[in-house]
């Protein structure tokens, strides 16, 4: 048993794919645990992992994220901001987390917002006169707004694996990216005032209406899906499918619609589709060596032996995944993590929808968190700046992301009064 672990660091070393290093690690424990005649099990077992409904809204809401994004809708976001926040003091700065709640409602994810976004804010915002690592530091910390407010693609890998309503989550996920929304504007005020940021001229700024009908398509899409959540009409494979084809009218209506966009945007989609996948396959078998060998209930009985229930054991693991955050790759550790710390979570009665929200909230806040950081990484790589003083940097906002997770701890009514409004179980 002793050589597994030195595999698994070899393996880590030489830079292998997690997928990989993964699957190869969980084989070799399989062995050395004596337990290699279940390995004629695990086609079946990857397999059942793998075929849930919840599952096939992904590659759609990726979809739809690329063809929106080569569109060109980004210019069209920025100017409707610009017309509502931009004349305030450290004005572009609310810009900034303005565009995040926008384009959120498209992407899904905050690597996407913050490669989209931080090519176009960074320089705008060091040439109005702001500190450029102050403006790499609120690009990122905005980006992670994306996959809270829905579509999220996190919130489905969670549905998928708890079984959890999709619809229910993306729902009680307005609120909170909402409210982190307000509370980064409320930092960012403070700080503009504290540094003397510039404010917008009212001359420099568009106009709201015509800038409105312009960013309308975009502004329109998570208004769609939600619409056809609420109301019953479509499930969330279905209005993944809505997304789609209203993506691409909006393509259309930006002129940014072409063969060659559609093509390249099915191409990203398959790859970033797969290696989710791949991601999730090897996890299951992981997941099923931990059940042979009885490693959820060992777990199980050390967190009951600390007396953690209810509120209790949610703070907990919200240490476990702000520090998994800070190391591993959000859907890596919420497929790690989420079979090995929800059930026990779901037994104490806690709300599976307040969990998910919970939990991807959490794992998010460790985008923008040294050592890996992905957003700061993307937000550093594209703008040239040191990775470890834009770190720095973002500290502040690093500050308020945790206040508002414990919050949302706190006071489950964040999450699900939304849902439990529009008639969806949150028990």
């Known amino acids: ?14 830079g292998t794919a997690f997928a990989y290093l993964m699957g190869a690690v969980s084989v070799l424990a399989f062995i050395a645990t004596d337990k290699a005649q279940y390995l004629s099990v695990l086609p079946q077992r990857i397999f059942a992992q793998l075929d849930v409904f919840a599952f096939m809204a992904m590659p759609l809401f990726i979809l739809t994220a690329e063809i929106m994004s080569r569109a060109g809708v980004t210019r069209s ?26 384009f959120a409602g498209i992407s899904g994810s905050a690597i996407a917002d913050s490669a989209a976004l931080s090519r176009t804010f960074v320089p705008e915002m060091t040439a109005r006169g702001y500190n ?5 530091a609120i690009t990122a910390a905005s980006s992670m707004i994306g996959p809270i407010i829905p579509p999220s693609i996190i919130m489905i890998i969670y549905g998928g694996l708890t079984g959890t309503s999709v619809a229910a989550l993306f729902i009680a996920g307005v609120v909170p990216g909402l ?19 510039p404010g917008g001229a009212s001359d420099d700024l568009p106009r709201f209406w015509p800038s409105l009908l312009n960013a309308a398509p975009a502004l329109s899409l998570p208004v769609i899906i939600l619409g056809a959540l609420v109301f019953g009409l479509a499930t969330p494979t279905e209005g993944s499918a809505i997304a789609v084809l209203f993506a691409l009218l909006a393509g259309q209506f930006y002129k940014g619609l072409s063969l060659r966009m559609i093509f390249d945007a099915v191409e990203a989609t398959a790859k970033m589709t797969g290696t989710i996948f791949i991601i999730l396959a090897a996890i299951s078998v992981l997941g099923y060596l931990a059940g042979q060998l009885g490693w959820s209930q060992a777990l199980a009985d050390w967190v009951e032996s600390f007396g953690l229930t209810g509120t209790k054991y949610l703070f907990f693991l919200v240490g476990i995944f702000l520090i998994a955050g800070m190391f591993m790759d959000t859907p890596v550790a919420l497929t790690l993590l989420i079979p090995l710390f929800a059930p026990q979570a779901l037994e104490q009665g806690i709300s599976p929808v307040h969990l998910g929200i919970v939990l991807c909230f959490n794992l998010c806040v460790g985008l923008i968190t040294p050592p890996l950081g992905k957003c700061l990484v993307v937000v550093s790589a594209l703008t040239n700046l040191n990775y470890w003083r834009l770190a720095y940097a973002a ?16 006071w489950p009514g964040l999450s699900l009064a939304l849902p439990g409004m ?3 179980s949150v028990n």
Do not use: C, E
């Open 179 to 197: 409210l982190l929304a307000a509370s980064l504007m409320a930092l960012n005020a403070g700080i503009a005032v504290a540094r003397n940021h």
């Open 422 to 424: 529009f008639g969806f």
């Open 395 to 410: 500290l502040p906002f690093i500050v308020v992301q945790v206040i508002v997770l414990l919050a949302l701890v706190y």
């Open 77 to 102: 976001l920025i100017d409707f901001a610009m017309s509502i926040v931009g004349r305030f003091k450290g004005g572009l700065g609310h810009v900034n987390i303005l565009t995040s709640v926008f």
């Open 1 to 14: 048993m002793y050589y597994v672990p030195v595999v698994f660091i070899i393996l880590l070393i030489s």
């Open 132 to 136: 450029p690592y102050y403006a790499g």
